[in-house]
């Protein structure tokens, strides 16, 4: 029997289509659930009481085997693409059925019920479903949490029934392979087979509120971190993996909204998720000490090694992966508001770590720049060295989050732009990646500087000097910016070989112009006149 005291909701289950034979684990606290996943031996405890455990096969998202189903309700409205693979409704049931016979034949089954988003108005039942405890805590730790006398009358709007263990047919559930993420807006389920990693369940749940918001209730989905700072001016920041998004929005003189998920309504932003779920590759208390403080009791740690003969974690290991990870809830920050809302946002920042050393440390853009910069998601990543290779290379990700966009992106940055017109937010392009040349020639910009450039920007520093005019990316530069030298605003400037950067940054503005040929027929004239000079 499960340690809960809760009653198990039976009928729902059994509506469901799971059996009361098996032994059901309703609503387990994170202890309780810590406490099953070591007397299951699926996971160890390391020095400071969180538990680490292995997700086998899968240490990431699987892109190519996300599928949603094509039927009436996204036939026309979902963008069709390799993130947004379509699935005839008649494999939807073929795949939950062996999910559910595959769950009824399990001896324990644990189960949670939980919400998504802080604003009341768009709160998410979820009930969450899996065959080990340890993705139940990772539920527990990423979603919002109900109090207990919300329980008796809870009523999920959308299921997630995960079965890692269980490898499917390829053939006959109309998918690539063994393992499928599969989304049914008609039958609001998440169906997720043969794979471990517990992002598949918190990206399956940011996908459809990335349908629903903005196609339903007219609100602006984002895939950005928050933060609030002490006279209550809210600001956003956008990045893909390396560009600094959880580092810069953590500040000790702002409180925390959230690190990864929000809404923008009409009155402000909202957190979508109760907890983090954070990289924890070379973590130290210097680089991130909120993170690495949070990995403690009811932290769930992913694909980490120990120090030999230790259960201390070597954070620096990739044996395993490099996506190593951590899941704790939103109040293990201890600079985290509680609700997780903010007002309308005063300022924006896109970060970008452009790896060519071509793009200026801080910029503002018009509101046209803003949607055209939000659709192309830019950022510039060193290549590994298994081949010898050196150069940038450079990824674009639309709304810096094209994975999980079920819209074409010009819906969102559509949305983006007229909240930006209507509220005047400003918005900042913020290089945190190479000065002085490329990634090999020059340096990395100190991370000193680029918090001082946002301090000026949330400080209103920045309103009353001078800009110039960047004559490719048509940003306007500022030609000062307290606690930076001058020298380095310029991009430029910075390069010994005028000649090279002036080649670099034409091959830049090539690669977004042609990256932004797939989403010119869903934007405005306006936006496509926001696109770099050549």
Not at 214 to 223: E, N, R
Not at 310 to 316: H, R, S
Not at 375 to 403: D, H, N, Q
Request: aromatic residues 10%.
């Amino acid at each position: 029997m499960s340690l809960s005291t809760i009653a198990i909701p039976t009928r729902g289950l059994e509506e469901l289509g799971l059996q009361s034979t098996n032994t059901l684990h309703y609503q387990l606290s994170a202890e309780e659930l810590v406490h099953d996943s070591l007397r299951l031996n699926q996971g160890e405890l390391n020095n400071t009481g969180a538990l680490v455990v292995k997700t086998g096969e899968f240490t990431g998202r699987s892109p190519k085997d996300k599928f949603i189903v094509k039927d009436e309700i996204t036939e026309n409205s979902v963008h069709w693409n390799d993130f947004n693979i379509p699935l005839e409704e008649k494999y939807f049931h073929c795949i939950r059925k062996k999910i559910l016979d595959y769950l009824n034949a399990q001896p324990e089954v644990w189960v949670r019920d939980s919400y998504a988003c802080a604003d009341p108005r768009y709160r998410l039942n979820i009930r969450v479903v899996n065959d080990n405890p340890w993705a139940n805590l990772f539920a527990y730790n990423m979603f919002m949490r109900p109090e207990e006398e919300e329980l008796d009358n809870f009523n999920p709007d959308w299921h997630i029934l995960a079965a890692p263990g269980l490898h499917l047919d390829a053939q006959e559930c109309g998918v690539r392979q063994h393992n499928a993420a599969v989304i049914s807006f008609k039958h609001r389920t998440i169906l997720i087979a043969g794979s471990a990693y517990t992002g598949e369940i918190k990206k399956g749940i940011f996908s459809i509120l990335n349908y629903i918001l903005p196609h339903d209730k007219g609100v602006l989905s984002m895939h950005c971190s928050a933060n609030i700072g002490q006279d209550g001016d809210t600001a956003l920041f956008f990045g893909l993996s390396g560009t600094g998004k959880t580092t810069l929005s953590a500040d000790p003189n702002r409180k925390l909204i959230g690190d990864d998920e929000h809404g923008w309504t009409d009155t402000g932003v909202f957190n979508f998720e109760g907890g983090c779920y954070a990289k924890c590759i070379d973590l130290s208390p210097e680089k991130e000490p909120a993170i690495y403080a949070a990995i403690r009791n009811g932290a769930l740690v992913e694909n980490t090694s120990f120090f030999p003969g230790t259960n201390e974690i070597d954070f620096a290991n990739k044996t395993i992966t490099e996506n190593t990870r951590v899941s704790y809830p939103l109040h293990y920050i201890s600079n985290a508001i509680e609700p997780a809302v903010g007002g309308i946002p005063e300022n924006i920042f896109f970060l970008t770590c452009d790896a060519y050393g071509v793009l200026p440390p801080v910029s503002r853009l018009t509101p046209a720049q803003a949607m055209y910069q939000f659709i192309s998601g830019y950022t510039a990543k060193v290549a590994g060295t298994e081949a010898g290779v050196t150069e940038p290379k450079s990824t674009f990700s639309a709304c810096f989050g094209a994975p999980f966009l079920p819209l074409h992106p010009g819906q969102y940055a559509s949305m983006l732009g007229e909240k930006l017109r209507k509220h005047n937010v400003k918005v900042w392009l913020i290089n945190t990646g190479w000065t002085g040349g490329a990634y090999g020639t020059g340096n990395r910009m100190k991370l000193s500087y680029t918090r001082a450039m946002i301090s000026a920007a949330l400080d209103g520093k920045l309103d009353s000097v001078e800009y110039e005019m960047n004559p490719v990316f048509g940003v306007a530069v500022p030609t000062s910016c307290p606690g930076v030298p001058e020298a380095i605003l310029n991009p430029r400037n910075t390069w010994a070989d005028k000649t090279a950067y002036d080649k670099a940054a034409e091959s830049l503005a090539k690669q977004f112009i042609t990256n932004f040929e797939k989403y010119a027929s869903g934007v405005t004239p306006e936006v496509l006149a926001a696109a770099p000079k050549i």
